[in-house]
């Protein structure tokens, strides 16, 4: 069972669609199987007709826009949540240190709390813009896909492009990272609140 299982894995990965080369011989378009991803395309007829060479011109324009938002999308997710553990990290150990520390409140601490505020203000506003950003992705993502079949449709009534980007999974996350950095916030307002008296 696992070799059977180690051998589909394999197939499977061979088989990833990945664009090498587009014929314009005849449509619709194929795509050659290869590895890597593509950076180049090549035209392998003459003389296509202009309305075939058109229409695979728009192909390879849409796919590598597809491949090119798809990167952008994945990029800005791990970046933000490279930030967004970054933040969670120095909140938690500021938080920890605020409980521990026994002595006088320096006379600076203030500034500090203002900092932590608008430090958190940002990331719930940065959250927010973020989580826009991946769904415009997704829209962008959807709307290519819908060009790319819009001639070779199953005729199931019920089939919708769908994209590459979770984003089911994605609001939760989102909703629990702008949560969590509103509450953050609205910790050090009330530290600084009661500070200040």
């Not at 849409?62 to 933000?80: H, V």
């Not at 203002?114 to 991946?134: E, P, Q, R």
């Not at 994209?163 to 996350?173: D, F, M, R, W």
Request: proline share 5%.
């Amino acid at each position: 069972m696992p070799k059977f299982y180690a051998e589909n894995v394999q197939r499977l990965k061979r088989r990833r669609l990945r664009v090498r080369r587009i014929d314009v011989c005849y449509w619709p378009t194929r795509f050659q199987q290869g590895s890597g991803l593509a950076t180049s395309f090549e035209l392998d007829c003459e003389d296509p007709p202009d309305n075939a060479k058109g229409r695979n011109e728009e192909a390879v324009l849409l796919l590598k826009d597809l491949e090119e938002t798809n990167s952008w999308a994945r990029s800005g997710f791990r970046l933000f949540f490279g930030w967004f553990a970054w933040q969670f990290t120095v909140n938690a150990a500021a938080i920890g240190w605020l409980f521990i520390y026994k002595s006088p409140v320096p006379a600076l601490a203030r500034m500090v709390y203002a900092m932590f505020i608008g430090w958190n203000l940002l990331g719930t506003i940065g959250t927010l813009l973020v989580h826009k950003s991946l769904h415009d992705c997704d829209l962008r993502i959807k709307e290519v896909i819908e060009r790319l079949t819009q001639d070779h449709r199953p005729v199931d009534p019920s089939w919708k492009p769908r994209s590459a980007i979770p984003l089911q999974a994605i609001n939760a996350v989102f909703i629990f990272c702008a949560v969590s950095t509103f509450m953050s916030m609205s910790f050090w307002t009330v530290v600084f609140v009661t500070q200040s008296r």
